[in-house]
């Protein structure tokens, strides 16, 4: 299922051409709609749930909304970018909630005692 | 990159080995590895012997990088930094940390705390100090190209000051001739000289310096571009006179057959379509005013001997380049036609006060004698009245501070001409600042009779003068009187449409009216205190009265100051801080929001559509630095991949259980407030870990998600208080940006009360401490994070 906008959140990237998830969607599925000024996706139905646009974009806008055969309400999947790993929180039709953490960068600390 | 890092921590003769067990540091330090060259502990750094020790370690150990772990940075900076320096090693590559302030003076009753907390800053330091590096000096080749837009008092000055430092300057005057106001004046108080000596002297020099471009009769129609590389259009309206042929005969005015109200008079009197040059019109040649020709009248055309008279010319439009912009756009008087009462436009006899200017300048419509307009009469009686629609909420609420003295100038005028004339002032209350008062004296010698009233209105009296009802606020009375002149003190008020097209098209009004850039009168004020001249985008700075009300003499120190900023930015080249904006172009997929976030607009894109930040216009503020959503500004010496290493560098808890926050703290205010906190020995709980950073805004979430992933319990995000912060929006865009990714924990079942912002001013040590207090208690509260728990893979 495709990704949600939060309206109050995205600014549009400041009515840019391009917003940055326009920029990163692999599908070229997001754009910007003119009138509104905010980011909307142009075809639901085309969207893999990549994730990317959700992780990208600096505003915190973009939630991916599950698919409900996956898991229907309450049921969440979202991603935490940080600067030298990625988090996803998984919320399942329960609410149980699980949390991954993986590191993309390993930093030179590593040598370190704790 | 560090590859021999030294840790000193100093004892400070007992305040910090008072509360933080030194031996016991001594078994910490050893737990750091990696890049570690020295590790010493003394009890006084800063004494001869420690000074010598610190000296020794660098060049016998041939360390790279130095963390001083004891007082805090602005203590002993100078003695540090020298030492350093002397050593060999760069200043940049002193790390101070404050385990004083820091550490030791709030939490000296929790000993056990205090170390820890010591240990973990260290551990924070060690991780940042791996990653620096010494600066790479910058010089950037400066902006040689300025406008200065307005040929008045304060663009003739800014102009001649940039010519002559070797800048090329285009000068552009929307009327025929330059000097604005001022050249129309008759006499500048408080010497009460001749205004056009000192605006000739001036533009000769001008001339002399062959630098300056003037444009006459042009205007700004539009502006573009980014700080450092504005792009103007320019309109220049045509003389319809060949300025080679003209030889001044005059034979045009004879034949032409309108007449055209004079502009140069204020509308006092008036000449043909087509005319003389205006005095201190620099082309010196006739002008027809093509608004006010007849249609297909062609008798000057026909009159001129020297057929120097082209009637088909058309307005020139040119784009200039350049890099900064003096705005020196001035004032007009208020329109006093619009205070009904006081009959302005219906009784010729009211003038305001540049009319009655030009009156008495012997240049003037009546050659320097005081005629009624209406009557004819020599004025014999005559009333001021100030604050002409100032200081009135209907009409313009601000004084203009210059009004005052100059009717008292005029008051003077009358008196020297002669005693017997009766002159009143009419005023609400007399603004004399500073030795202007002298002026004031002078006219109550002199004989005029101040009465503090705001007339009720001004009419027709049958003797042919005016009658002029007020109530005389000292006395109570209701006073009327007859006089054969009305002078009206109209104030000042922005001039022309420069205002408009900057905040149309370089910076918005909502944001200049949101951080007080801009004052309610339209006047673009800037932030007089700290960053005066400027408002707009970085480049552009405003001088003389398109910044407020104010005199010739401060009309012409703004003008040079704002020349200064433009000079700042203007040498051939020019050693920038090593502090400015660098994107990382590897990194960089163009998304433009620096450019948007960038509090200054310095920001352009380059030939690949990279954005790239104009160095000479960067104040290193680093906002940009925290709205990349891809961490690829990577400035000098403190950036988001140091920050990283410090989130990341396994901070322990200070006591079991125990949340551990990290603080992220501005360094022009919120952490000042926290250093004084320690000093006055304010508790606050030894959980919190403070980071200076230079502002709020250059705190990137991506740290604060990276802490949260690696299980750290709460962050603090402390900043200016709102429009008060020295990078304009730092302090705003840090809280929004907060906001956000407090909504994206709420949905990933965390509590949003784990991040959270404060605003501090720099006193303001006691709501630092109990705001601290309370996060911690709240976080105790909540748990310890879920991510402690998470499945790393």
């Given at each position: ?114 | ?288 005013n093509r608004e006010y020709c007849p249609e297909g009248c062609e008798a000057c055309s026909r009159a001129c001997p020297a057929g120097a008279i082209d ?20 004032w007009s008087p208020y329109p006093v036609e619009r205070v009904e009462r006081f009959g302005c436009g219906v009784y010729p006899d009211v003038l305001t ?405 404060l605003s501090l001013g720099i006193g303001e040590a006691r709501i630092f401490a109990r705001e601290a207090g309370e996060l911690v208690k709240r976080l ?14």
């Amino acid at each position: 299922m495709p990704p949600k906008v939060d309206p109050t959140k995205c600014d549009g990237c400041r009515g840019e051409s391009e917003p940055l998830c326009e920029q990163v969607c692999p599908g070229n599925l997001m754009t910007l709609d003119k009138d509104t000024m905010k980011a909307i996706i142009r075809d639901k139905s085309d969207c893999w749930d990549c994730m990317t646009c959700t992780k990208a974009c600096p505003r915190q806008a973009i939630q991916t909304v599950l698919q409900y055969q996956l898991a229907y309400f309450p049921g969440k999947l979202i991603p935490l970018v940080g600067t030298n790993s990625v988090t996803w929180t998984s919320i399942d039709c329960h609410g149980r909630v699980e949390r991954f953490v993986m590191k993309t960068l390993v930093s030179g600390d590593d040598e370190d005692e704790d | 990159m560090a590859n021999s890092i030294g840790i000193f921590v100093c004892g400070c003769r007992g305040l910090v080995s008072g509360s933080i067990d030194l031996p016991r540091m001594e078994a910490e330090l050893a737990k750091l590895k990696k890049s570690v060259g020295a590790r010493v502990l003394h009890p006084w750094l800063c004494s001869d012997g420690g000074r010598e020790t610190i000296r020794e370690s660098i060049v016998k150990k041939s360390l790279d990088c130095i963390i001083l772990a004891g007082c805090p940075g602005n203590v002993h900076g100078e003695l540090f930094g020298g030492l350093v320096n002397g050593a060999g090693l760069a200043a940049e590559m002193l790390l101070r940390l404050d385990i004083r302030e820091g550490c030791a003076f709030p939490h000296r009753d929790s000993p056990d705390h205090s170390f820890r907390k010591a240990a973990n800053l260290i551990r924070m330091w060690t991780a940042r100090a791996r990653l620096m590096e010494p600066f790479a000096e910058i010089r950037l080749s400066g902006h040689r190209d300025a406008v200065v837009a307005g040929g008045g008092l304060a663009g003739l000055t800014a102009a001649l000051d940039l010519a002559e430092a070797g800048i090329r300057v285009t000068l552009i005057e929307k009327e025929s001739f330059i000097g604005g106001n001022v050249a129309r004046l008759n006499k500048v108080f408080p010497r009460m000289c001749d205004a056009g000596c000192g605006l000739t002297y001036l533009y000769n020099r001008i001339k002399d310096t062959g630098r300056v471009r003037l444009l006459t009769l042009s205007e700004i129609t539009s502006l573009g571009g980014r700080a450092g590389r504005y792009e103007a259009g320019v309109v220049t309206r045509p003389r319809y006179i060949k300025e080679g042929l003209c030889s001044g005969c005059g034979r045009c005015v004879k034949a032409c057959p309108v007449e055209a109200p004079d502009r140069f008079n204020y509308g006092l009197g008036s000449h043909r379509a087509v005319q003389a040059p205006y005095p201190m019109d620099p082309a010196g040649v006739y002008l027809i005013n093509r608004e006010y020709c007849p249609e297909g009248c062609e008798a000057c055309s026909r009159a001129c001997p020297a057929g120097a008279i082209d009637l088909t010319q058309k307005a020139l439009e040119t784009r200039i380049n350049f890099g900064t912009m003096v705005v020196a756009s001035g004032w007009s008087p208020y329109p006093v036609e619009r205070v009904e009462r006081f009959g302005c436009g219906v009784y010729p006899d009211v003038l305001t006060n540049m009319q009655m200017e030009r009156l008495a300048s012997e240049s003037g419509p009546t050659g320097g004698r005081i005629i009624c307009p209406g009557s004819g009469r020599e004025a014999r009686r005559v009333v001021f009245i100030q604050c002409a629609g100032s200081r009135d909420v209907w009409h313009q609420s601000w004084c203009s501070s210059v009004c005052c003295t100059a009717s008292i100038k005029q008051a003077l005028y009358l008196k020297e001409r002669d005693p017997g004339c009766r002159v009143y002032i009419f005023y609400n209350d007399i603004r004399t600042p500073g030795d202007y008062e002298d002026l004031y004296v002078r006219a109550q010698e002199a004989g005029v009779v101040f009465i503090r009233t705001n007339p009720a209105g001004v009419s027709a009296d049958p003797s042919g003068g005016l009658r002029i009802t007020a109530e005389d606020t000292l006395t109570g009375r209701v006073i009327e009187t007859v006089a054969d002149l009305v002078v009206l003190a109209a104030g000042m008020t922005p001039a022309g449409d420069m205002m408009k097209i900057i905040e149309k098209e370089v910076v918005d009004r909502e944001l200049l009216e949101k951080y007080g850039l801009i004052g309610s009168s339209g006047y673009h004020t800037g932030h007089r205190q700290c960053f005066p001249m400027e408002t707009a985008a970085q480049g552009i700075y405003f001088a003389g009265c398109a910044q407020g009300p104010m005199d010739m003499g401060r009309t012409a120190s703004s003008a040079l100051a704002a020349s200064g900023r433009v000079l700042k930015a203007a040498a051939v080249e020019v050693a920038v801080s090593p502090h400015i904006a660098v994107v990382d172009k590897k990194e960089c997929d163009k998304c433009k929001r620096c450019l948007e976030e960038c509090p200054y607009g310095v920001f352009h894109l380059d030939g690949e559509g990279f954005p790239v930040p104009d160095g000479l216009f960067c104040r290193g503020c680093h906002v940009c630095v925290g709205s990349c959503p891809r961490q690829c500004i990577v400035p000098q010496g403190f950036g988001v991949k140091q920050q990283a290493a410090m989130v990341s560098a396994r901070i322990k808890e200070t006591a079991p259980r125990e949340p551990v926050v990290i603080a992220f703290m501005c360094e022009n205010d919120a952490y000042p407030a926290a250093l004084e906190a320690g000093r006055r020995g304010l508790e606050y709980p030894p959980n919190i870990h403070i980071i200076p950073v230079r502002c709020i805004g250059s705190v990137n979430m991506a740290l604060i998600k990276e802490g949260i992933s690696a299980g750290l319990d709460g962050f603090l995000l402390a900043g200016c208080r709102s429009g008060e912060c020295h990078y304009i929006s730092g302090s705003d865009r840090a809280r929004e940006r907060l906001d956000n990714l407090r909504d994206t924990l709420r949905d990933m079942m965390i509590e949003p009360e784990r991040v959270e912002f404060l605003s501090l001013g720099i006193g303001e040590a006691r709501i630092f401490a109990r705001e601290a207090g309370e996060l911690v208690k709240r976080l105790r509260e909540i748990g310890p994070s879920p991510f402690k728990t998470a499945i790393v893979i």
